[in-house]
């Protein structure tokens, strides 16, 4: 219904997270209803962020800046790095206001049943950070038994370097992913951090 | 997080109904992450849907054609015209592929607590389509107390035609809206329709 140009708008919002086939089409008429006031400021919205956004060269964040806003920020702790799985997670870690060090997207965990090994993940961006500012290094890993497996994958990797090596406290929920944790569980489990055993 | 594009993407997003603030930003860092092969046709699709798309003049229906391709179909049965409160509603009936007829959208349903009053419904555009060819008007409103009160005030304003006025066969669960129905329901109860008492 509608014609290709509507078939083709309510495939492609389907394919949003959170959004289904439904959704996607309640999505689509609502705004055909306002087109010049809903429709053309998205996609102005899309086109500027795919213009502007780029993965921070040093840390993986997504930002407008390269380096991004973090890595710029001279008031951070440059000695303190905190590993996460996803830029999302680093987004729901920055909104505790708890960390106030630099972060390192990973974009993976291992797994087993995703087929991911230690030769798909590449440490050799965060390996290069380790020049002897950084003092401790942050696992913010999710506390899935594939996070977990990275996070003593990880602490094994880096004990050479001699850096102290802390992951978040229990607190977070198991099977839950950070970037849908309230702000203070997560902020809890930021500052009872604990050595990896 | 991510400059002022992706918090206003992230803010027009959450707009788009079944989204909220958390899961307009992970489809914003969903889409960010691949800007070539997500970002830019969903900005392109809305773009060309806004520009392609209206309301046809005759039944309100939106199409990138206008008389939409319902009202231009030869083969439809003129005499048939079906009411329903929105183009969702008209969509989801096409997909049941039971009724031949003809549509008219609404727009609205009476509501005493949305304050929407008969002043507030314009019915010329439907007045006037009842030329002679149409011999029955099924009114296909929700099952809400809203959809029955226009179901009944359409009855009456219709009355005077002499034309059939039926309306959706009970089977349509009350407080539920016509478009999350299963098509197998909403087929049953097409067909079933009855007189409005």
Do not use: F
């Not at 951070?76 to 630099?102: F, I, K, M, N, P």
């Not at 500012?133 to 913010?140: P, S």
């Amino acid at each position: 219904m509608g014609g290709p140009e509507v078939e083709r708008l309510i495939a492609l919002l389907a394919k949003l997270p959170g959004m289904g086939p439904r959704s996607a089409r309640r999505a689509a008429l609502r705004m055909l209803a306002e087109p010049q006031t809903r429709m053309l400021p998205l996609a102005a919205a899309l086109t500027d962020a795919a213009r502007t956004v780029s993965a921070c060269n040093t840390c993986g964040n997504l930002d407008t800046r390269n380096p991004c806003m973090v890595c710029a920020d001279n008031a951070r702790d440059r000695g303190l790095v905190c590993v996460v799985e996803t830029v999302s997670d680093l987004w729901a870690l920055e909104r505790t206001h708890t960390h106030h060090g630099l972060y390192h997207v990973l974009g993976a965990t291992l797994s087993a049943l995703g087929g991911v090994t230690p030769a798909d993940i590449d440490l050799s961006l965060l390996l290069r950070r380790l020049d002897g500012t950084v003092r401790e290094i942050i696992l913010a890993l999710p506390a899935t038994v594939d996070g977990a497996a990275t996070t003593h994958w990880l602490a094994e990797k880096l004990a050479p370097s001699g850096i102290a090596v802390t992951r978040l406290a229990h607190g977070v929920p198991i099977g839950g992913s950070l970037d849908i944790l309230d702000d203070g569980t997560l902020a809890t489990a930021l500052r009872a951090r604990r050595p990896v055993e």
